[in-house]
C-alpha cells in the first residue's frame, strides 16, 4: 500500500477516539523509521508505545497503545516531539504525547512476564504471564501482533520460562512484595498445542505466586484455547478464579486461512467447546475478538447465533493492526471507516454482551467509544 484514503471525520464520533482507532489502522509514520526488510521481503513495523489522551480516560487502567510504524507516504500521521499530526495538521492539540518505551527495545512478554500497568497509577493491578515464546505458536495466526510471528522467530537464548524462573525474575527485577500488590494475573501466552502441558504450567505457577501471599488474587485467569475436553475444563475450571472460560475465536470466517489448522478450527467445532465449558459450570465465557478482518454482516450473523445459544457472556475487543507488511490485505475493507466499529459496539450492547473489564489493552476500542 502507497496510496491512503480517509473518508471524512464522522460527526457522531469525537475526534480522540477518530484519531485513537485510526492509529491502529493506519499507523504512524515516526522520524528516521526502523522499518526494514526481512529476509523474506516482508517489511516489518516495529511498535511504539504511546500514551494517548483516550488512554488516560481509562484512570488506572491507562495502558499505551501500541502503535505499528510505517513508511510515511503510507499514513496520514506523523509524531515528533510528542506531537501527532495528522494531514500535517495537530491533533490531541492540548496535551504531550508520551512514549512508554519497551524495554532495551525489545517487547516486555520476552522475560516471561510483563506489569502492563507500568508506570501508572497502579503498576501492579495486573501481572501477564508469558511463558512460552518460541516463534512456533501452533496457531499461526497471520495477524499476530507480536514484534515477532512465524515470520521473525526470536534471538533469544531462552524461549520458554518455567515458574520459578518467572517468580524469580519477578522478585529480582521488582522484589518480593510487588507479588503481595498484584489483584489480577493473566496467563496470555503462545499456544500449546497440548492441553495438559497448558493446565500443568497454570497450576504450578498458582501455586509458585500463592506462597509469597495470605490471601487470594481479585482474579487468576488464562487465554484458554488449549482448553478443550470436559476432562481438561474441570481441571481449569477447578484452578481458575473466577469461574470464566476464555476463548481466543479471533474471526468467524476463513478461519483455517487465517490462524492455522489447530486454532482455526471450523464455527461448529467452536460450538461444541463452548457447550462443553458451560456444561462443566462456567459462570462466564468469553470470547476475544479481533475487530477489522470480517465484514460487519459476518459479525452480526455469528455474534448473534453465539448469544442466541448462550455460548457468550462477554467480549473482548482488539482492533485489528498490521506490524508486518503482508498482514495489509487481511483488513477489510469496511473497518477502514469508524462506523464499522460503532456499529460493532452497538450491537454487543444490543444483543447485551458485556464488554471485558479492565478495557487496558494496547489496541482494544477506547473506552470513550462504548459511551456511544
Known amino acids: 500500500m502507497s496510496q491512503y484514503n480517509l473518508p471524512d471525520l464522522n460527526s457522531l464520533v469525537e475526534d480522540q477516539i477518530f484519531h485513537t482507532i485510526n492509529l491502529n489502522i493506519w499507523g504512524i509514520a515516526v522520524k528516521e523509521s526502523q ?23 481509562n484512570g488506572k487502567y491507562a495502558v499505551a497503545r501500541k502503535i505499528p510504524t510505517v513508511p510515511s507516504n503510507d499514513t496520514p500521521y506523523k509524531f515528533e516531539n510528542g506531537i501527532i499530526t495528522y494531514h500535517g495538521k495537530r491533533v490531541f492539540d492540548e496535551n504531550h504525547i508520551p512514549v512508554i518505551p519497551l524495554q532495551n527495545g525489545n517487547p516486555r512478554n520476552f522475560k516471561g512476564y510483563s506489569l502492563s500497568f507500568e508506570g501508572t497509577e497502579s503498576p501492579f493491578v495486573e501481572l501477564r504471564i508469558n511463558p512460552k515464546n518460541t516463534g512456533n ?64 504450567f497454570i497450576s504450578q505457577i498458582k501455586k509458585e505466586l500463592e506462597k509469597f501471599r495470605n490471601d487470594y488474587f481479585e482474579s487468576f485467569g488464562a487465554c484458554s484455547q488449549d482448553v478443550r475436553t470436559l476432562k481438561g475444563m474441570q481441571k481449569l475450571y477447578e484452578i481458575i478464579n473466577p469461574k470464566k472460560y476464555s476463548f481466543t475465536l479471533e474471526t468467524f470466517t476463513r478461519r483455517e486461512e ?29 470470547i476475544n475478538y479481533v475487530c477489522g478482518i470480517d465484514s460487519y454482516y459476518d459479525f452480526e450473523k455469528n455474534l448473534t447465533d453465539l448469544k442466541e445459544l448462550d455460548l457468550i457472556d462477554s467480549i473482548g475487543i482488539s482492533i485489528f493492526t498490521a506490524f508486518f507488511s503482508d498482514q495489509l490485505n487481511l483488513r477489510h475493507s469496511e473497518a477502514y471507516n469508524i462506523d464499522y466499529y460503532l456499529k460493532i459496539v452497538k450491537l454487543i450492547k444490543k444483543l447485551g454482551i458485556k464488554f471485558y473489564k479492565p478495557n487496558c489493552y494496547e489496541m482494544g476500542i477506547p473506552l470513550k467509544f462504548l459511551e456511544y
Open 35 to 57: 522499518t526494514r526488510v526481512l529476509t523474506n521481503g516482508i517489511i516489518n513495523y516495529p511498535e511504539i508505545n504511546l500514551l494517548l489522551p483516550t488512554c488516560v480516560y
Open 137 to 200: 505458536c501452533p496457531g499461526r495466526c497471520l495477524f499476530c501482533h507480536r514484534i515477532y510471528s512465524y515470520r521473525e522467530k526470536p534471538k533469544f537464548t531462552q524461549s520458554y520460562y518455567t515458574p520459578t524462573e518467572i517468580i524469580n525474575s519477578i522478585i529480582k527485577d521488582y522484589g518480593e512484595n510487588t507479588i503481595r500488590k498484584i489483584s489480577h494475573v493473566s496467563i496470555i501466552t503462545e499456544l500449546y498445542g497440548n492441553e495438559n502441558k497448558f493446565i500443568e
Open 258 to 286: 487465517i490462524m492455522g489448522r489447530y486454532k482455526g478450527i471450523s464455527m461448529l467445532e467452536v460450538k461444541r467447546i463452548l457447550k462443553n465449558a458451560r456444561k462443566i459450570g462456567f459462570k462466564e465465557i468469553k
